[in-house]
């Protein structure tokens, strides 16, 4: 336990240029209400010039005052899936290291604040300034995506069992064809219902989650199989190499051959 002594009171500030929000590692709701009179003061200040930066997780407390409506929002990818649930007027990217728009700033997950705040010292203190600062803390000043931290680990908080049944069924059957239509017939539904109902629980389509969950499956085979990357790409499914390469890239920022070079332990020994 730690106690910290701030110079002023929340309500002795009456103006500033700058509000930034810490993650808070509770559980999400309770912080929120807990912390609930923080909510208007954040509003006022914004709304008199200030800019409000949130820090991973902290973006749930900046989405609770509304300011993010309609705009986007960077999280931790793990928190994302939570976030978009809570708040559906924000528009959350979970593959974004920050996002920047009317005087609002978020971060991704974990060490991605500090792109956020080398971005800051930019805008605050100049270019000249921010570089030296990313290169004395090592910063990848350049980094955009934190696609390719990202573990996909399937939404499956919500409550509809066929849906889930799909998904089950999906992660069972990676090195298959898997088509809506074979999906509605397993489960008695029509196509345009499952598909309906598919989105609502997971906020993916089904074919995104289909290459969602291939692509993570091709991931940890590129970790940590002898097999080349046409070798993992015939065991998720996949025939087309430039399909595999195309889709892989889009989700993880990086060329399947890229992942293989970057995370494989035996290439690193």
């Not at 900046?62 to 705009?71: I, N, P, W, Y």
Request: proline share 2%; aromatic share 10%; net charge neutral.
């Amino acid at each position: 336990m730690f106690v910290i002594w701030p110079d002023v009171m929340i309500d002795e500030v009456t103006s500033t240029d700058l509000i930034i929000i810490p993650a808070v590692h509770s559980d999400m709701s309770q912080a929120l209400l807990e912390n609930a009179a923080f909510l208007p003061w954040i509003r006022k200040q914004h709304q008199n010039g200030a800019a409000v930066a949130s820090l991973c997780i902290g973006a749930f407390f900046l989405a609770a005052t509304g300011l993010l409506d309609g705009k986007q929002c960077a999280t931790h990818w793990s928190a994302a899936a939570l976030l978009q649930e809570m708040f559906l007027a924000v528009n959350v990217v979970d593959e974004k290291i920050m996002t920047a728009e009317d005087g609002l700033y978020t971060s991704g997950g974990a060490y991605a604040y500090l792109n956020l705040l080398v971005y800051l010292v930019e805008k605050y203190a100049g270019r000249e300034i921010a570089v030296m600062t990313a290169k004395a803390f090592m910063i990848d000043i350049d980094r955009v995506s934190q696609s390719p931290f990202i573990i996909f680990l399937g939404q499956k908080t919500h409550k509809d069992d066929a849906v889930r049944q799909a998904q089950e069924f999906i992660e069972q059957h990676i090195d298959e064809k898997i088509t809506v239509d074979e999906l509605a017939t397993m489960l008695s539904l029509g196509r345009r219902n499952l598909e309906r109902r598919f989105k609502k629980a997971t906020s993916n389509t089904i074919s995104a989650y289909i290459q969602r969950v291939k692509v993570e499956a091709a991931k940890k085979g590129l970790e940590s199989s002898v097999e080349n990357v046409n070798g993992v790409m015939y065991q998720v499914g996949y025939t087309d190499h430039k399909a595999f390469r195309t889709t892989f890239k889009k989700i993880t920022g990086l060329s399947p051959l890229q992942y293989r070079n970057k995370y494989n332990r035996q290439l690193a020994v």
